[in-house]
């Protein structure tokens, strides 16, 4: 087992030696150490003999890792640093760029191997969209992704898994989902509001579906049938696949470009801390949601900005809010509106039907997500003669049901991401969308 050692001078060099002694004794064949840091036990200007080659990380310990890595090629980075030098974040980050490179980190009683990732298929661009946890606005800006691919004519194909997912992955085609489709899974027994089908409602695209259970450190899920979806995918010769993530976890391939999409209120120590910073190596573009509401300007909005524009440039750092548009006219009519957004949030929403779509709410729930109370609301609401909902959680086998029940129409709603600050987020788009091709091109050119 090639293996790279991250030291530190904290330890005296005669411990560090018998350490990769140890290492040795153990059946790792250590070809080179990086200090990584401290000088505590070390003369000034020393260069510790450790009977291997040793390089120094420099002011950027993170850059000398991955410089070892990609020129050495070692099988395993096993880290024989500690505290202070490599702290807790610290050390989470020099995971992350062992485990993007596909390398095993290994310490003293730990071991992160790097999450499975499946071939892309030859001659198709692959983006893949995910997020920092469950409802960031994933679906909203894949599905935005997928209408702008649509429009540059690369008959684009979502592939999305979540935990509600088919057993077997599913195909929507195209303008195939409607309201009494949706009933119908319902009266099956089936999840109705999973994510590919709310991707086919909103988009006007294929979209298919799949499943996946349990999510790692790295975004690993522990079982999915995605690796079925995207040969189903392939199959249809698209322009572009786009890979759409669940929750936390990341759709377990190789893609070709990457964008995270990271609600404003997300806490920045889950992208610069924990194994955050394997999913920001993993992207291309950040995209901040939900940027509308007081969040921005908070100290945890302001850092977590400014470390994904310190990680990935500003230029590849989108500010938007999500916008909720009815897929039809609703303008004059009454109406209740159901969500799975926060109660701040959800009040939003309602000012911007009524303000920008003409729509009389009459009431809401920000209970989509929880069955009993939103039945609870949706009982004891005031007449109305239209159900505007979220294709989410209980839309259809609760709210849904409901509305027909009572005779009311159900028109659905599409969060929209719109930039706050002028940005052309077609443009960003359109940009990452090139890249992956661009990258699929080389990627098929080196396999020939």
Known sequence: MRTLALVDGEHYPPVTRWGLEVARGRGYEVIAAVLVGGIEKLAAGEMPDLGVPVRTAGDDRFAAVASAIDDLAP???????DEPVLGYRERMAVAAVALVRGVPYVGPDFRLDPPERLAPPLGTPTLAVFGTGKRTGKTAVSGEVARVAARRGLSPIVVAMGRGGPPEPLVAEAGSVTLDTLLGLVRDGRHAASDYLEDALTTGVTTIGARRAGGGLAGAPFATNVSEALLLAAARDPGVVLLEGSGASLPPVAWDAGVIVVPVTCPAEYVRGYLGPYRLLRADLAVVTMAGGPGLGTENGSALIAHLQGSLGDARVVVTDLRPTPLRDVAGRRAF????????????????????????????????????????????????????????????????????????????????????????????????????????????????
């Open 75 to 81: 099988d395993l980075v096993l880290d024989l640093s």
């Open 337 to 448: 509106f159901a969500t799975t957004a926060p109660p701040a949030v959800a009040a939003r929403q309602v000012a911007h039907l009524e303000a920008e779509h003409g729509a009389e709410i009459v009431g809401w729930s920000a209970r989509l997500g929880d069955r009993a109370r939103l039945a609870e609301d949706l009982d004891g609401a005031e007449e109305h003669e239209v159900l505007l909902t979220e294709l989410k959680a209980a839309a259809v086998d609760v709210a849904g049901v409901r509305a027909v029940a009572r005779g009311a129409d159900v028109v659905f709603v599409d969060n929209r991401p719109v930039p706050i600050d002028d940005g052309d987020l077609d443009a960003r788009f359109v940009e990452v969308l090139d890249l992956a091709a661009a990258r699929a091109t080389e990627r098929t050119a080196g396999a020939r």
